[in-house]
């Protein structure tokens, strides 16, 4: 179980994100929404330790998500995926996959090569030459070497065409399907991740606006009044 109480994130005075509880069980598929500095990035920041609350707790299987230890939380099991291609454009598929599997097992390429099919035809190639999409599954490969529990994804979906955000949201629900990854996907594009998730919460100004099933929010008539 990843929980939040009463967390509270700021950033000098400014408050990011303002009372947030939620309990996720094992497994869930939670998207997150809200307009642009709803404090979507703060709360994954948050979940892996990259931020230190002002106040409440952030707890991982019963045990504090210790922030400044974001190394040892991805041991743990939660692994982040930041905003943008987070690849060694340098280096090939195959020395991506490895560096991120550096401290775990590292057979575990031929399961993601099974998923990302396309990562094992371009297992030779330097990562900085591959399409955003494929430098997308390849940054999700190298999440996903950790073997996480959790898989924390922040705008997974930018500058990919429709397509290539429909393969991507249909690997995601795979891996959370045959692998049992919990997944915590923010994302601008609703109606696409709706589809995904089986929760939805959405921020506003740092708090929570809505939380519920993906099947209330996109049955709601005025889905967009809650932005
Ligand atoms: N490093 C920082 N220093 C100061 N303020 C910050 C910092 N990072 C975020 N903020 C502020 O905190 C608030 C929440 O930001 P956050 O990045 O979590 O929003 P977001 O929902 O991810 O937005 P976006 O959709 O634009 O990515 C915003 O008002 C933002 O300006
Ligand atoms: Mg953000």
Not at 7 to 30: C, F, N, Q, W
Not at 134 to 149: I, R, S, V, Y
Not at 176 to 190: A, F, H, R, Y
Not at 201 to 224: C, D, M
Request: charged share 20%; aromatic share 6%; hydrophobic share 45%.
């Amino acid at each position: 179980m990843l929980e939040t109480r009463s967390l509270v994130a700021k950033y000098g005075t400014l408050t990011a994100l303002a009372d947030i509880s939620l309990k996720l069980e094992p497994g869930v598929r939670l998207g997150v929404f809200g307009h642009n500095g709803a404090g979507k990035t703060t709360l994954l920041r948050c979940l892996v330790g990259a931020h230190a609350p002002a106040s409440g707790e952030v707890e991982f299987d019963g045990r504090p998500v210790e922030a400044g230890h974001v190394a040892t939380n991805v041991r743990r099991g939660i692994a982040f995926v930041p905003q943008g291609h987070n690849v060694f454009p340098n280096l090939s598929t195959e020395q991506n996959l490895r560096i991120s599997g550096l401290l775990f097992d590292q057979s575990f390429m031929a399961e993601i090569l099974k998923i990302f099919p396309v990562l094992a035809e371009r297992r030779k190639q330097r990562a900085g030459s591959m399409s955003g999409g494929e430098q997308q599954m390849l940054a999700l490969g190298m999440a996903l070497m950790t073997q996480p529990k959790w898989l924390l994804l922040d705008e997974p979906s930018t500058g990919l065409a429709p397509v290539i955000v429909r393969n991507v949201m249909a690997r995601l629900k795979s891996i959370n399907e045959s692998l049992g990854t919990g997944l915590v996907i923010v994302e601008q594009n609703v109606p696409a991740t709706l589809k995904t998730v089986d929760r939805a919460l959405i921020l506003k100004s740092g708090r929570v606006v809505f939380s519920g099933t993906a099947e209330e929010l996109s049955g709601s008539p005025n889905l967009w009044e809650w932005f």
